[in-house]
């Protein structure tokens, strides 16, 4: 007889989406059960570069200072092009990244595996760990509507087999299933969810080695069109380099099946690829090949991310693409990213199920955009090289030209998520520079009470609280009777934020973090002036204007485009992006925006939460 | 029969002097025995402030990322003084510390036994522990002048007592003794040390607790002169907050004895004390009090800091002032930080035991001047206050202006060793911003081959090597010819390099440590350019430019008053401290240098060395 277990979400897959999504789980108090088909994860290769946008986040689950500490840190792209005499060289060096409100300027090399530990590390500090080698055999919705409509029934059956021991077998039953087993994932098979899009006929390999050179960029990122062909350089941890080949079909193709024949190729022959694009320079034996793999770029989504918003997929089992823009492993993390913190209110009875749709509504628009991006950007990789005098000369300007106007993107910083029942731009001309729908930009402001800096992402964490910033402006005389006047409103039973706010301000599953934000000057601000409403500890009253030092902070108000003669909220969900402006005072606006998705206290106290 | 054992430094007391040194020993290899009477670490209370150039320490042994995640930030001081009406009112807010060059602009407010935490846990990875509650019970230095003249000998024994185990007794025989047993210093008793200097009449009160007040600068460093005495306020960790009183002698004195009688006083008669001061601010009834004491300032050097340098005493021991100043901690980590380098390379013996004698002499002028210091700052502080209007109305002026000028000795950046064998001034002229005996400044650089900026503090960790820090210049040919020519001569056996250079660059115990950097724009460089000697490793070529964002960085020639039309070599002694600069050529100057403490390779291999 299988054993028989009952948890809050099963994840499939131990990769990046499935590792972040179970550590956002368990750090927020879930009942997750992860389990992958590998024996142990892997330890080289795979996926290499962390974006910026990617180290905001993990720095928003307190992750990031370990990924800065292992991993390299790419802040500079090469170009290299054949020049007037036909012979590579430099045509310049690009920011690796152009994002200019990135907080972290740069890519962060790390292998795979390596970022994998930092989750996995994390949440066993939670009590979670991967159980594994086990792979899925069978997977259950139950078609019954009342079941699939009680947020807290079982709906789904998986039947796992424990890959170690034949013929064991566990039956999990689960309120919710996230599949993150890759590209070619069973999850998505089984429940019948389609790819849209095909695959290119570029072929291109990859392997990691340590090697001596000349070449002088060999520690910066690479982009490579010699008349021998493209190659791409990555610098990774430990003095590593990978080099990414354009492959001819000659070089891999099996005559006869047409398809890729892994045994024609060597990490050796990889090499002696790049050393041809790379001629004149000199690449010396390698003192150790680590990692290789050969690949023919596909570029497809998945037509849905999710049935019934009980099954979800994501990460590599919704969207392939090729590596070249370093996307990959990026929008694997936030899309569980994304996921998990619905999934918490959901299950915490807080949130209507509906919250569940926005998952594919923002996640896929964002899959999309990247094979469009892909198709692009590849486009551009797989073309001939040009001479500086070349008819084709301008090259080098495309492509600067293509990386600098990709970097919103490229870098995640640019996300914008569309208007839905968590984003709401009705207010945008409230705040105009601050995006709605865009991730909260890094902003340096002081406390009031000590003049310490603080970066408003760090005081953003993600624990799965929305987060009230409260632009009081000036605290003139007038402004402090209007917010006493608002606390008073606010304290009241209708409010939004009783209606809404439980448990209590400041206990682990609060749903709201109040924050306020003063401008003036530090030497006339005192932060005892703030009303104690809208500073439940001293130290959530910032304020707009520089240090002591006067070398960092202030310049808030204008940057965002903030009246400070007006009292302004904005409104952060839990995965730092901005849901909502509004006038503070706005009460029944910002009442609509959390009634679209919450459910009120009254209702929720009047169900019993279930034991898990 | 008691257990012998034998150790190569016995350290007395786990203070906060005695784990920084137990710490960096054992990083070292260094076989080592650390006890304390204690039966367990304190907890509470004790000395809380860590000043910039501490940190900075503590950074280069890896240690600060805790400090700063742990404690309090300081960065403002508030000081208050009765206004035109004779009520308390802020005269003004300056830097907490004013020291233009300090890497942290602030001072850690931490209790003692969380940052004895941050040295116990560090030196537990590497294997060490404290012994406790164990005392010494008595001291031999033997009068052997052979023994004591053989750097290998044991000359010390100590016998200790197992506090808890009445009656058992462990035997010691060591090379070095390192008392840092606190004021009332056993070691320093032993060995007949004496205190010069005298106890002051200041008496003062100290209650670490938590509470609410309206006094708006509750949360920085205060500084509070008011018509009912002097006040100090420090906050803590976790919301608590450190009052400082200034108490009379009817309050504390036994008038019979004249002695301090602890039991006049109580935490909520010193809080009494404090709420006068603060009038008209409230106070409210603490939620805690964790701590409190009373004390007399005493102003006392000891006057040897080492008896035939075998044994050494450090921290409190050596110096007991008013903690006002917030120096107590800092001085006596910066006592063994000074100590240890000098202790593992005379254990090595690859130095001369003369090397020792620099302790005293830089670290007893240090005491002195911090004594000097305190004199002054003292009575500053228990003068009585001023009106505006006063004729003493000068008082916030006066006070500020103290505050400025001492903030680089109260920050310890000020720091300025006097020549010796290991500070040599000869050539200043080289680099004349660059100060012989002051400690390395912060300054950022690029890595030549990635553009990464780098803090040079962070390239000179306290890892007991000396750095030698190449200004090569610019990377013209004709300088590249140079380098090629100077390096031939530092291959030779006859050179400094070579002579007491061992073991080989890049293993654990190398002496010295090469970095080279570049003058020149990031376009133009290639770090392939700098001869291979001088980047045994690519990351050690350092570029003097802005990084790619042109954001930090640069300006290091400049500033420094370095010639880029010269190569100067810049020595860093293993604590950080500038101990040497030199035309890089001048080759017979820079092994005068070493040779004055340094014991040549053909020597040392020459001697058995002893097992440890």
């Known amino acids: 007889m299988p054993e028989e277990t009952y948890v809050d979400v099963l994840i499939v897959g131990a990769g990046p989406a499935g590792v972040m999504c179970a550590n956002a789980l368990a750090a927020a108090g879930i009942h997750v059960k992860i389990v992958d088909q590998r024996p142990s994860k892997v330890t080289s290769g795979q996926a290499d570069g962390i974006q910026p946008r990617t180290i905001e986040v993990l720095q928003s689950y307190d992750l990031a200072e370990r990924l800065l500490k292992e991993g390299r840190q790419l802040r500079q792209l090469a170009v290299y092009n054949p020049n007037s005499d036909g012979v590579l060289a430099r045509s310049g060096r690009l920011l690796s990244v152009s994002a200019p409100t990135a907080r972290y300027p740069f890519v962060v090399g790390l292998n795979q595996g390596a970022i994998e530990s930092i989750f996995i590390d994390s949440m066993g500090e939670h009590g979670l760990t991967i159980d594994r080698p086990i792979a899925p055999a069978s997977i259950e919705l139950s078609d019954s509507s009342e079941q699939l409509a009680d ?14 021991t034949p013929g064991k077998q566990t039956i999990v039953h689960t309120r919710y299933v996230v599949g ?17 899009g095909e695959q290119t006929d570029s072929i291109w390999g990859v392997v990691d080695l340590m090697t001596d050179t000349d070449f002088p960029d060999i520690h910066n990122t690479c982009a490579i069109h010699s008349t021998s062909g493209s190659c791409l350089i990555i610098p990774r941890e430990g003095d590593k380099v990978r080099f990414y080949v354009q492959l001819s079909d000659s070089d891999v193709l099996d005559p006869i099946t047409g398809r890729v024949d892994k045994n024609r190729m060597s990490p050796e022959k990889l090499l002696e690829v790049a050393r041809k694009i790379l001629h004149p320079y000199k690449i010396h034996e390698p003192k150790m090949y680590e990692w290789w793999t050969v690949y023919i770029i596909g570029q497809r989504v998945a037509s849905r991310f999710s049935v019934n918003e009980r099954i979800f997929i994501a990460g590599d089992a919704c969207h392939t693409h090729s590596p070249k823009a370093g996307q990959g492993m990026n929008a694997s993390i936030n899309d569980t990213h994304n996921l998990a913190w619905k999934l918490v209110q959901v299950l915490r009875g807080r949130a209507k199920t509906s919250l569940l749709e926005t998952y594919e ?8 955009d990247l094979i469009e991006f892909d198709r692009k950007y590849s486009a551009l990789f797989s073309r001939k090289p040009s001479t500086i005098d070349d008819d084709e000369g301008v090259f080098h300007e495309a492509f600067s030209s293509v990386i600098e106007i990709s970097g919103g993107f490229v870098s995640g910083i640019g996300v914008h998520y569309a208007s839905s029942a968590i984003t709401n731009e009705t207010h945008q001309q409230c705040a105009p520079h601050l995006i709605i729908g865009e991730r909260m930009p890094p902003q340096i402001f002081v406390r009031a ?3 310490r800096p603080y970066e408003i992402q760090d005081i953003l964490p993600s624990d799965t ?31 939004f934020l009783q209606k809404y706010g439980y448990p209590t301000e400041g206990t682990a599953q609060s749903m709201f973090s109040i924050i306020t934000i003063v401008s003036g000057d ?9 009303p104690a409403f809208f500073r439940p500890h001293w130290s959530n009253a910032l304020l707009d204007d520089t240090d002591i030092t006067r070398s960092v902070g202030g310049g808030a108000y204008k940057r965002f485009g903030i009246d400070p003669n007006t009292m302004t909220l904005v409104i952060v969900r839990p995965d730092g992006y901005v849901g909502m402006i509004a006038p503070a005072s706005a009460l029944e606006d910002i009442d609509s925006y959390f009634a679209a998705f919450t459910i009120p206290r009254k209702a929720v106290l009047g169900i019993q939460l279930p034991q898990v």
């Open 465 to 495: 609280r929305f987060k009230l910033l409260f632009f009081v402006g000036c605290l003139t005389e007038e402004r402090v009777r209007e917010l006493d006047a608002l606390s008073n409103e606010m304290r009241d039973p209708s409010c």
């Open 361 to 368: 509504l923002e996640r896929r628009k964002f899959a999309q």
């Open 180 to 196: 993150c087993d890759g590209a070619h994932s069973w999850v998505r098979k089984a429940v019948g969810i389609t790819m849209d």
């Open 449 to 451: 009470a000590d003049g």
């Open 522 to 530: 530090k030497e006339d601000v005192q932060f005892t002036r703030v």
């Open 151 to 164: 947020p807290f029934s079982y709906p789904v059956k998986v039947t796992l087999n424990h890959l170690d």
